[in-house]
């Protein structure tokens, strides 16, 4: 199996979002009374609300129902794997380890790596794409070339090797375990930048010739203040759309580095190891594959459909779906 970082889907939605932002009225950013509207906007789409209620419920699940779950490496060694039933739910797993408690342990594993890197990828390719975006010239034509080379390179193997590192000695800061979620976040939001990066220079390529910019340059206004004050607030609307798809795609390829034993390590639960226990097992232990996979397939679903909804808010030149 092979993957690479910012598929060939991936790139087309970052070379026409990069090519439509540079040329055409970009996203308006909400202000003030027009994030209400943007809200109300948000609401009439049915399929985004649909989105939001069944994410607010994963992350309660994972982030409060897993208080009340027992620990998911408490074993029950008198007790043999078993399917669900009204004591296990889940039923349990290949070591009498209660699955739900797991699944939703591994929740939180997967979705905090996933929202670490969103973060992370927003503020690489936001610092890169605006940089290159608003000065041009041979920054542009550097910065750009670089990105399009990151993103041509192939996560996998990038991935397994740094992996395999295992512990980085990082002197006074301590060390640091490229195999555990804080290693995984790091090295996935170096690889995820890219299609925010692409989007940030096409939005800023046509904000820099809006009559506000010339109004504040012609005041004095450095480039700095021009990029922090005038630049970055009118992007916000694609970079939120942008990093929200982030976190979707971040989860898919944390589950499949675990799952193929170059992610998160067990002990520690994640939504990809938690996989691997039904490898060779799928017919006689199907819900070791079903209930993580469950998971991993709605999280995505909702990331997405909520995604699609701030889409349609914040551009109220788009026809919200009834």
């Known amino acids: 199996m092979s993957m690479r970082v910012g598929d060939e889907s991936g790139r087309a939605r970052a070379e026409s979002n990069d090519a439509g932002l540079a040329t055409t009225a970009l996203i308006p950013t909400p202000r003030g009374?027009?994030?209400?509207?943007?809200w109300r906007r948000f609401r009439r789409h049915r399929v985004a609300m649909v989105g939001l209620g069944l994410l607010t419920f994963i992350v309660l699940a994972c982030f409060v129902g897993a208080r009340f779950a027992p620990s998911p490496t408490e074993q029950s060694l008198l007790e043999p794997i078993a399917g669900p039933s009204a004591d296990h739910w889940f039923g349990t797993d290949l070591l009498s380890r209660d699955e739900l408690s797991r699944v939703l342990h591994g929740g939180q594993v997967s979705l905090k790596i996933a929202v670490g890197v969103a973060l992370l990828t927003t503020v690489i390719g936001v610092v890169i794409g605006a940089l290159a975006g608003f000065y041009r010239g041979w920054l542009d034509e550097l910065l750009m070339r670089f990105t399009d080379l990151w993103i041509a390179l192939p996560a996998l193997p990038f991935l397994a090797v740094a992996v395999s590192i295992g512990t980085v000695d990082l002197g006074p800061l301590g060390t640091l375990d490229l195999g555990g979620p804080l290693g995984m976040t790091l090295l996935l939001s170096l690889l995820l930048w890219g299609s925010?990066?692409?989007?940030?220079?096409?939005?800023?390529?046509?904000?820099?010739?809006?009559?506000?910019?010339?109004?504040?340059?012609?005041?004095?206004?450095?480039?700095?203040?021009?990029?922090?004050?005038?630049?970055?607030?009118?992007?916000?609307?694609?970079?939120?759309?942008?990093?929200?798809?982030v976190v979707a795609e971040a989860i898919l390829v944390e589950s499949t580095l675990s799952f193929l034993g170059f992610g998160i390590q067990p002990p520690t639960p994640s939504w990809g190891n938690l996989l691997t226990d039904a490898i060779g097992n799928v017919e006689d232990y199907w819900w070791l594959v079903v209930f993580p996979g469950a998971a991993i397939f709605l999280t995505v679903l909702a990331i997405n459909f909520v995604g699609d909804g701030l889409r349609d808010a914040l551009d109220p030149r788009r026809q919200v779906r009834a």
């Not at 904000?207 to 910019?213: G, I, Y």
């Open 33 to 38: 009374g027009e994030w209400r509207r943007a």
């Open 196 to 245: 925010i990066a692409r989007v940030v220079r096409g939005a800023t390529l046509g904000l820099r010739e809006r009559e506000f910019v010339d109004a504040s340059r012609a005041m004095g206004s450095t480039n700095r203040r021009i990029i922090w004050r005038h630049v970055l607030p009118n992007c916000l609307g694609p970079i939120t759309v942008n990093a929200t798809l």
